[in-house]
């Protein structure tokens, strides 16, 4: 059985699939719209990536063992919204985790995200980088991000491609450099680009419409590409998933 087949063993939720691992335990699976990366309480269980037990302090979903008593820690390494959907990583090994970890600290780790948008943006050159302090204000459960004041928030177009029909709309390609809590939701909306779907940033009147006549009704923000390098045992590995846009 190869590393993929294995862990197409996992008890995944209805949507989750499994798109590459590797020898050392590491795991790329894709997401739906409306799944959790991980329950938040008991309530939760069966709404998050796998049908196990979740530990916040170790971060990861808990598998019995094959012995009494016995588990086996699955780690969660990063997190995506409920409402987006895409890649996400898992490791099935400790000292992986801790390997891939560094890399993201590092700020090492590329991820493209597609989102569709109400609007039209042209490229200059070869890209653009969209600068901005976003502050985060809870309340009770909900978050909302704003611009104007806190933490340098930064992304690259990569690319954009408009879409024909009404509501003009446009595909974007977008690599997040920062990592801030609803960063790709908020520069496309302070641009005048709102994502299709978004319920707390976005149009809501072309939302509506666009629901109506063409049955869109998910926040339209897909995770397509996530690539590493990470070291292990002195050696260099290298970790590319890539998932297709579900809109």
Same mark, same amino acid.
């Given at each position: 059985?190869?590393?993929?087949?294995?862990?197409?063993?996992?008890?995944?939720?209805?949507?989750?699939?499994?798109?590459?691992?590797?020898?050392?335990?590491?795991?790329?699976?894709?997401?739906?719209?409306?799944?959790?990366?991980?329950?938040?309480?008991?309530?939760?269980?069966?709404?998050?990536?796998?049908?196990?037990?979740?530990?916040?302090?170790?971060?990861?979903?808990?598998?019995?063992?094959?012995?009494?008593?016995?588990?086996?820690?699955?780690?969660?390494?990063?997190?995506?919204?409920?409402?987006?959907?895409?890649?996400?990583?898992?490791?099935?090994?400790?000292?992986?985790?801790?390997?891939?970890?560094?890399?993201?600290?590092?700020?090492?780790?590329?991820?493209?995200?597609?989102?569709?948008?109400?609007?039209?943006?042209?490229? !200059?050159? *070869?890209?653009? @980088?969209?600068? /901005? &302090?976003?502050?985060?204000?809870?309340?009770?459960?909900?978050?909302? =991000?704003? %611009?104007?004041?806190?933490?340098?928030?930064?992304?690259?177009?990569?690319?954009?491609?408009?879409?024909?029909?009404?509501?003009?709309?446009?595909?974007?390609?977008?690599?997040?450099?920062?990592?801030?809590?609803?960063?790709?939701?908020?520069?496309?909306? !302070?641009? *005048?680009?709102? @994502?299709?779907? /978004? &319920?707390?940033?976005?149009?809501?009147?072309?939302?509506?419409?666009? =629901?109506? %006549?063409?049955?869109?009704?998910?926040?339209?923000?897909?995770?397509?590409?996530?690539?590493?390098?990470?070291?292990?045992?002195?050696?260099?590995?290298?970790?590319?998933?890539?998932?297709?846009?579900?809109?």
């Amino acid at each position: 059985m190869n590393s993929h087949q294995q862990f197409n063993c996992l008890p995944l939720t209805k949507g989750v699939r499994v798109l590459v691992a590797d020898s050392n335990g590491l795991i790329a699976v894709d997401k739906p719209a409306g799944t959790l990366s991980h329950p938040n309480v008991k309530s939760d269980q069966g709404k998050g990536l796998l049908n196990l037990p979740y530990d916040s302090e170790k971060q990861a979903y808990i598998k019995p063992g094959r012995e009494n008593g016995d588990v086996q820690p699955i780690y969660l390494l990063n997190r995506l919204d409920s409402a987006t959907s895409g890649i996400l990583l898992l490791s099935a090994s400790s000292r992986t985790r801790k390997a891939v970890m560094e890399v993201f600290e590092n700020r090492k780790v590329t991820k493209i995200y597609k989102a569709l948008v109400f609007g039209i943006t042209k490229i !200059k050159g *070869r890209g653009m @980088i969209w600068k /901005d &302090r976003l502050r985060v204000v809870q309340s009770g459960k909900s978050v909302r =991000a704003d %611009t104007g004041s806190g933490k340098s928030a930064e992304t690259e177009l990569v690319s954009a491609r408009s879409i024909p029909g009404s509501p003009i709309a446009s595909l974007l390609e977008l690599k997040p450099i920062t990592g801030r809590t609803h960063q790709l939701r908020v520069q496309c909306a !302070k641009r *005048r680009l709102p @994502i299709v779907g /978004d &319920r707390t940033y976005g149009n809501f009147q072309k939302n509506k419409l666009i =629901a109506r %006549t063409k049955g869109i009704k998910r926040l339209c923000l897909h995770s397509s590409e996530t690539s590493l390098e990470y070291v292990l045992d002195g050696k260099l590995f290298r970790f590319r998933a890539v998932s297709d846009i579900p809109f």
